[in-house]
């Protein structure tokens, strides 16, 4: 403000003691002066206005935000609070926003998993009013689970942490220590699906009506697609997907093919089996 006077006051005095043919206003200058800076001000604080994560449609449900995230770098960094949290079992560290690389999560495949412990717990997935979510990569071979934890802040999805742990041991076989086998054992396999096995499809004369008969083993394997081997993919809407639970249902959800099949599994005296299967891929 000081100068902005001193410049003032020497303007004047040149005015009156200079060219007097020339004529000059000084407030003009002055005002040239005030308003620049202004709208340095001004466009400054633009820029940081538009740094600033805004909603997205896309925010209003999870499923939607996650093929974002996954999909777009940028959005990814905006959408991730640095530094990250990161848990490898029982050692906490952080990871700095230069050191991040984009995590595709699951959109490199064809397909994505969800595990669910109970058929009610399926209709979370389409809900709106979910405040936290959670990303699961289950590793079977290594028996690890990586989790990525999503909260919804100001009408906006973002990671803010990342937890690595071992899966817990319970009584009995555990789940994924069964499927490993299931999946990978043909004879295995055979001896721990239910006979006859529950069976739901579209009814083949009718798109629109849902055909319920049975499998043997032996139609099991004539109609039995293909089952991830190495890992799942889960996302926790709020179900409680315990390790130890007695029940799981595996849907598989292809990515833009139409693709869906849930195979459900229970454990009776400690022995797991599959005995009910649906196909309603379109």
Same mark, same amino acid.
Request: aromatic share 20%.
């Given at each position: 403000m000081k100068r902005l006077l001193t410049g003032f006051f020497i303007l004047v005095f040149l005015f009156s003691c200079g060219n007097r043919k020339t004529k000059m206003d000084p $407030?003009?200058?002055i005002t040239e002066m005030v308003d620049s800076a202004g709208h340095e001000a001004d466009t400054l604080q633009q820029a940081e206005v538009k740094e600033e994560p805004e909603p997205l449609e896309a925010d209003e449900l999870f499923d939607d935000f996650i093929f974002n995230y996954a999909s777009?770098?940028?959005l990814q960094r905006a959408r991730t609070e640095f530094p990250l949290p990161y848990y490898n079992r029982d050692t906490p560290s952080k990871i700095e926003? #230069? $050191?991040w690389k984009h995590d595709y999560l699951f959109t490199k495949q064809n397909y994505y998993t969800l595990l669910f412990d109970r058929e009610s717990d399926m209709d979370m997935v389409g809900d709106t009013a979910l405040k936290s979510v959670q990303v699961e990569w289950i590793y079977l071979k290594t028996r690890m689970v !990586? %989790? +990525?934890y999503f909260e919804r %802040? #100001?009408?906006?999805?973002m990671l803010e942490a990342i937890n690595l742990r071992h899966i817990e041991e319970g009584e009995g076989e555990n789940f994924v220590d069964f499927y490993t086998r299931f999946v990978t054992d043909s004879l +295995?396999?055979?001896e721990h699906i239910a006979n006859p096995l529950q069976f739901i499809t579209i009814d083949p004369d009718d798109e629109f009506a849902i055909l319920e008969t049975t499998l043997d083993?032996?139609?099991?394997y004539a109609f039995r /697609?293909?089952? /991830?081997?190495? !890992?799942l993919s889960n996302i926790n809407y709020g179900q409680k997907n315990e390790d130890n639970s007695n029940t799981k249902i595996l849907k598989v959800n292809g990515i833009g093919n139409g693709y869906s099949n849930v195979f459900y599994f229970r454990r009776r005296g400690g022995e797991w089996k599959m005995y009910k299967y649906e196909d309603t891929s379109i």
């Open positions: $407030f003009a200058t777009d770098e940028a926003e #230069r $050191f !990586k %989790k +990525y %802040k #100001r009408g906006m999805w +295995y396999q055979s083993v032996n139609q099991w /697609p293909s089952l /991830p081997a190495d !890992k």
